[in-house]
């Protein structure tokens, strides 16, 4: 049963339920929400249509309080039905716009100053995933010198985005083999995606023409392939990037031992957090996940708010992991600003 099925009533007093528990984290009674409010009817009438609501499903009686407190239900009717979505104040935009830092600094840096600083201002746990590359298509690499025996493979990728990559040699390698070996390179794997690239650059260098050194050089890109092109780049495959947890920890549904480590448990596996994120459907705008729709147990005391961004033709993931008790109109139009901004830097 959706919001579309209560009443007026049920509706005015349901949004102050929520509002009165997203506030104090205390359950709401009838006479709070009368003083609160003045809904304009009685306490008495405020009580029964909270009791009906709790036949609904939308209000939890709590067995030491005479009050009630939204459950799952009505966050999700809230968010769908019932909620005004909030304005960045001009404060938390200039911050963002701060924290998040310059257009050239690399997308790790941007992107973890985005988690970080979309957290604090929150108060949820900041959470971003890094664009998916296996996909992406290559459009030119460059060799440059870093020691006798080591290389920088500076790898040039569709949308703009740039990836560095150490590439280890035995000994002193001659600039005329260097730029021998860039040619190759790009003439053989430019335009082809890196997951491409990892599964047949064998096949691709080797009826080359280059010289014996050049041959060398490039069989140590045939061998190391799953590291030079595969998912070791940084942020490849959409990796997580966290906030502070500390900005949680806090907050009164923590103050429970059990809680906090189900906190903890998922900032420490960071894999299975990404996954939770990765599986959740990303449509344009802001996707929302409360409590038992995730499909992790350990997320069942959580809401996730997330929105893509971009870089260029690559899309990721930023938003906040909280309490199902959260300031949703606030949450969400600070994602969605900070999803925009994302974009407006790496685009």
């Given at each position: 049963m959706g919001s579309e099925q209560l009443t007026s009533r049920e509706r005015t007093v349901l949004e102050a339920v929520i509002q009165t528990y997203v506030e104090t984290?205390?359950?709401?009674?009838?006479?709070?929400?009368?003083?609160?409010?003045?809904?304009g009817v009685s306490p008495a009438t405020i009580r029964n249509t909270m009791s009906d609501l709790e036949e609904k499903g939308f209000l939890a009686h709590p067995h030491t309080s005479a009050g009630r407190i939204p459950t799952n239900k009505a966050y999700r009717a809230f968010v769908d039905s019932l909620l005004t979505r909030g304005q960045v104040a001009v404060v938390e935009r200039n911050r963002l716009a701060h924290d998040i830092g310059r257009a050239d600094s690399p997308i790790e840096t941007i992107l973890r100053r985005a988690a970080q600083s979309l957290g604090v201002l929150a108060q949820e746990l900041g959470v971003a995933l890094g664009p998916t590359l296996a996909?992406?298509?290559?459009?030119?690499?460059?060799?440059?010198?870093?020691?006798?025996?080591?290389?920088?493979?500076?790898l040039q990728l569709?949308?703009?985005?740039?990836?560095?990559v150490f590439v280890e040699v035995h000994g002193e390698i001659a600039d005329g083999v260097l730029v021998e070996v860039t040619a190759v390179l790009n003439e053989r794997l430019a335009g082809l995606s890196l997951d491409q690239i990892s599964a047949t650059v064998g096949s691709r260098l080797r009826d080359t023409s280059a010289g014996a050194d050049a041959r060398e050089l490039l069989n140590i890109f045939v061998q190391d392939a799953g590291v030079l092109f595969g998912p070791t780049l940084p942020l490849a495959d959409g990796a997580l990037v966290l906030g502070q947890a500390s900005v949680l920890a806090g907050q009164p549904e923590f103050s429970e031992a059990e809680r906090l480590r189900r906190l903890l448990d998922l900032t420490e596996?960071?894999?299975?957090?990404?996954?939770?994120?990765?599986g959740r459907p990303q449509a344009h705008g802001i996707s929302i996940t409360i409590g038992?729709?995730?499909?992790?147990p350990r997320l069942e005391d959580f809401t996730m708010v997330t929105a893509e961004y971009h870089a260029g033709s690559l899309a990721g993931v930023i938003g906040v992991i909280g309490p199902t008790r959260m300031p949703y109109d606030k949450v969400i139009a600070l994602v969605s600003h900070t999803s925009q901004l994302l974009t407006e830097l790496l685009d």
């Open positions: 984290a205390e359950p709401a009674g009838s006479r709070t929400l009368s003083r609160r409010f003045g809904l996909k992406t298509v290559l459009r030119s690499l460059d060799l440059v010198r870093v020691s006798s025996e080591r290389l920088l493979m500076v569709e949308g703009g985005v740039a990836r560095t596996s960071p894999q299975s957090l990404a996954d939770a994120i990765r038992h729709e995730h499909a992790d």
